[in-house]
């Protein structure tokens, strides 16, 4: 089963080089592979229940917890209480404007979500593998009530309505240990033990990652450790932030972005248009001379 957790690692570069290495994972570490890189709710349960059944005890009662976590999150989400509604948020492809519409019920938005592309069908709207939904489940307001945030969860759904993921803002997160849940070893629907990945990328390379749209961006990696180490993701200044395309090189770089090694992907220079292409070995001159 190794194997095909390691598969669920979108990035091909990371895969090469856990196979180049030969590196080994520990069970906790395949296990939090499952949880954060299942590509949908159903298959991330899947696995989770068949890893659950070869695991080590404590490893195998952490992914029986992390289950029943998943399958409460999205039973509360469904249940449609009165005073409650679902904001649908539709994006037919990444770069599309976000169209919203409140609806009754969870099943009424996935309804909606159909209407939507028979309404705009002549217009060429259609769905495809990069279509996204996030149903957003929200309290209704009453001259009554105290005050507090409306969101109570979120569903993100991809094409043909696949869940992908369930977020419950009210499912209880309190916890009296002063310990850091990727540090403690309790059996908690929180815990996120240390996820560590042989690094792939060597200073300033070209990193190729995706927003949470699936935009598509260019950045270059920045190695504030060693490279040929172990990492968790990747310090990446983005190639179209407004330090590297005005020439502000010595800037602090608020604008840059921790990109998880599975989710970066190595692009070459030749993958740049002109003018980011120039900016990029500008930057990497300048940078190289500091040292």
Not at 116 to 142: C, G, H, L, N, Q
Not at 161 to 183: F, G, H, Q, W
């Amino acid at each position: 089963m190794v194997n095909e957790i390691i598969e669920l690692l979108p990035s091909t570069e990371l895969k090469a080089k856990i196979k180049e290495t030969n590196h080994q994972f520990k069970e906790s570490e395949l296990l939090q592979i499952i949880y954060r890189y299942a590509p949908s709710f159903d298959t991330r349960i899947d696995l989770l229940e068949r890893f659950s059944g070869i695991a080590n005890s404590d490893v195998a009662s952490l992914a029986k917890v992390y289950i029943e976590y998943e399958r409460e999150n999205f039973s509360r989400f469904i249940e449609a209480p009165e005073g409650f509604v679902y904001e649908l948020c539709i994006k037919d492809k990444p770069e599309a404007y976000e169209e919203k519409y409140l609806c009754a019920s969870y099943q009424a938005a996935l309804v909606c979500i159909d209407r939507f592309y028979e309404e705009y069908a002549d217009v060429d709207t259609k769905e495809t593998e990069k279509s996204r939904y996030i149903i957003i489940k929200r309290k209704v307001f009453s001259e009554n009530d105290t005050f507090e945030e409306d969101a109570y969860a979120k569903c993100v759904l991809g094409a043909n309505k696949t869940v992908l993921e369930v977020s419950d803002y009210r499912n209880p997160a309190d916890c009296d240990s002063e310990i850091m849940c990727s540090e403690c070893k309790e059996i908690c629907p929180r815990r996120c033990d240390d996820l560590p990945f042989p690094c792939f990328a060597h200073n300033y390379a070209v990193i190729k990652y995706k927003d949470y749209d699936g935009l598509e961006h260019f950045g270059v990696n920045i190695c504030l450790g060693k490279c040929d180490g172990m990492a968790q993701e990747l310090y990446v200044i983005p190639l179209d932030s407004s330090e590297i395309r005005e020439h502000r090189f010595d800037a602090d770089f608020f604008d840059h972005e921790h990109i998880e090694l599975p989710l970066a992907t190595l692009a070459s220079p030749d993958d740049l248009d002109e003018v980011m292409r120039k900016n990029y070995f500008d930057f990497v001159e300048h940078w190289s001379s500091r040292t």
